[in-house]
């Protein structure tokens, strides 16, 4: 729709008497009153931003959404920058059943206030409703990301009806489409297996894994105090502990302890600087003691797959663990790797991991006396220079009740009962996955 208009303009005071008459009246609920206000007013100057907009509003609510369109869409010619604009008028085509034009007008506002989570939970809903529902999915994931009413809001009574339908389409549209995803990198792992070796790879643990937080069907666990918060294989065994036998590489790694230790200490010297391991805008119940507090501190040579540039003081450490089975992404990138401080007195909180294709490695480092981690039901006491392998898709904890700092080098490594092949299918469902999502705003991009 398109619509002409004059420049913005400034009410004289005659005219301003006027739009408080008009708002006066809307208030009340004279809608009728203030029509005929705002309509004489906006004869003589329709360049009247606030005049316009409260018009629409009005025509809106009169259940007249032709007229409400129209009157948006000289807003929009008024001042292109606000967002408020396209999405009314885009919930004003939605009334009249233009789904094309409500899906531009909304992608519109989505443009002009990005982080705005209101206005993507509308554009998802009629992206779907126009039949684009990768685009859909695309949208409420953006959204998803700035608010979790976006797929939550379908079970919150506080909001109005219109949301929660909305919200329940979100969760709907995100469960199917990454739940096809999934199945799609499967499929194509096992083409890609078979036209190297000439034999059909076994994926099945892979294929029947899930994203249990947007898995297309009900997500149950199978084993008690295993709960995965984002990928779960059910097939997988299911073992508190690894015993460093069982990785070949565990001796090669536990030989620089020394080595790895002297560099810690001596980037500490140097002023390289701790950080909250838990984020200062982490604000669950559980995690508000650590929050922002460097009680439990990291250094972080590897973080969501990225170096640092804390990385290059630790050339040693890297090189050590060039030995261990580490699942790497982006030309090689460790997903996280760190040196993780508990200070005296300080407790993690019981809670679950990621994921159960991985385990976690503790590379003990500084280990004063009555400090320890549970995982599951199982009580471990770490050593200096022995590894120490678990999985930390079970429930677990850890505490440092004496008076000096304990010190552990901590990434991940494949769980060692996973395949050649199912590890290359699992490490693709992830890249897959992050890769859609790195990609998803740019569907939406002008031009």
């Not at 109005?160 to 194509?188: C, G, K, Q, W, Y």
């Not at 809670?351 to 991985?358: D, K, V």
């Not at 552990?408 to 999502?437: C, M, N, Q």
Request: charged fraction near 25%; aromatic fraction near 8%; include cysteine.
């Amino acid at each position: 729709m398109t619509a002409t208009a004059p420049e913005i303009t400034a009410p004289s005071p005659f005219e301003q008497g006027q739009l408080q008459e008009a708002k006066g009246l809307f208030q009340t609920g004279r809608l009728a009153d203030a029509e005929t206000v705002l309509r004489d007013l906006l004869r003589r100057n329709s360049g009247l931003l606030e005049g316009q907009a409260l018009l629409g509003t009005l025509l809106f609510q009169r259940a007249r959404f032709d007229e409400a369109a129209a009157v948006y869409a000289v807003c929009m010619t008024l001042n292109p920058s606000i967002s408020a604009f396209p999405f009314n008028l885009g919930t004003a085509l939605e009334k009249l059943d233009d789904k094309k034009g409500a899906v531009e007008a909304y992608l519109e506002a989505w443009r002009l206030d990005p982080r705005n989570a209101h206005v993507a939970l509308f554009a998802g809903a009629a992206l779907d409703a126009a039949g684009r529902h990768e685009d859909a999915a695309a949208m409420f994931a953006l959204g998803d990301d700035h608010a979790p009413f976006v797929r939550r809001g379908k079970d919150d009574p506080s909001l109005p009806a219109e949301m929660r339908n909305r919200s329940r389409i979100a969760d709907r549209v995100m469960r199917e489409h990454f739940t096809r995803l999934h199945a799609a990198s499967v499929d194509e792992s096992a083409r890609v297996i078979e036209a190297e070796t000439g034999a059909k790879p076994d994926l099945d643990r892979v294929r029947v894994a899930m994203w249990t937080q947007t898995h297309d069907g009900p997500v149950s666990f199978r084993t008690p105090m295993q709960e995965p918060s984002v990928f779960y294989m059910p097939d997988l065994k299911a073992q508190t502990l690894t015993p460093a036998a069982r990785l070949a590489w565990a001796t090669a790694v536990e030989a620089a302890t020394t080595e790895i230790r002297d560099e810690f200490l001596a980037a500490v010297k140097n002023g390289v600087a701790f950080s909250p391991y838990v984020h200062g805008a982490i604000n669950a119940e559980e995690w508000k003691k650590l929050s922002g507090n460097l009680d439990w501190s990291s250094l972080h040579l590897y973080r969501e797959g990225r170096k640092t540039p804390i990385a290059q003081h630790f050339p040693k450490t890297l090189q050590a663990l060039e030995a261990a089975d580490i699942p790497r992404v982006d030309d090689g990138n460790a997903i996280e790797m760190f040196f993780s401080r508990l200070k005296p007195g300080a407790h993690i909180p019981p809670h679950f991991g990621c994921a159960n294709n991985r385990i976690t490695v503790h590379l003990p480092l500084i280990v004063p006396g009555d400090c320890a981690i549970r995982v599951g039901n199982d009580m471990h006491h770490w050593r200096e220079g022995e590894l120490f392998a678990f999985d930390d898709s079970f429930e677990h904890e850890a505490w440092n009740r004496s008076d000096q700092d304990r010190v552990v080098l901590i990434f991940e490594s494949h769980h060692p009962d996973l395949t050649k092949d199912e590890r290359f299918a699992v490490e693709r469902a992830y890249a897959d996955r992050g890769g859609w999502v790195e990609r998803r705003a740019a569907r939406f991009a002008k031009g």
